[in-house]
């Protein structure tokens, strides 16, 4: 299976030379591995301030007296402090993320007339952030991938596990049988129409494992409308019962 080594943002992670630090990049300021030494803003964010905010720091004072001597200039009578103007910027990579309709419930009560609107959920996503960003579906290390021609379909083998036929928990063997795939799909108006996942695996710096990865509008930075298309593929006389899939929605920015 492919492997994605990507980072994930929430809270702001940052690379510094070729050594990850698991901090934003205000609480580098005054470290090592402040990129900027000439001011030190450490611990003077206003109260209640935090990486996630936005807000000024200023300081310095410099004073000068000094009488003009023609081609000479000035002649310095007195001077305190310095007149260096020093301008820092830390600007946190940052993302905001909306997904909505993802709590899916499919009722089928004649499987034979089922079709595939019936079949078939859509979830709708919104992202804005300031650096490409990956969404991904955390689907967990027991799952089957289905691929084509070295890509992956979005076809996910026996993902939706029953729990319970009308009047009784499944037996354990009915359980394993009865799994069946689930689809999922995504597009994000780029053009390129409903795809499978670009990669699974592990992100965030190794936090977040098993996931399928999908690439938001080329790994451009902006404000971006995306969907996810869920379609349940039972087989044909699948055996009735209370069947679910779980996975958990999570992002990632590209590095």
Known sequence: M???MIGFL???LTLVGTAALAVSLYEQEGTSEDGYSGINAAGQAPSGGTSFNNWKYQYGSYSFFGIYE???GWNTVSESGDCELLIEADIEMYCYEEIRNHKIYFHIGDLSTATADDL???IDGHIETNNGQYVGLMIG???TLEEVDGTYTGRIIDAMVGTRDTWRDM???DKDEGKFDVVITLNDFSGSGWRGPDNYGEGAHATIHDTLWWLIRDGNPGSFDYQWKVRLDPDTYQADGNYHFDPTVVVAPVL
């Open 10 to 12: 929430i809270v702001a």
């Open 141 to 143: 290390p027991d799952k």
């Open 120 to 122: 078939t959920a859509h």
């Open 171 to 173: 037996p354990e063997k």
């Open 70 to 72: 023609g081609s000479d």
């Open 2 to 4: 492919k492997l994605l």
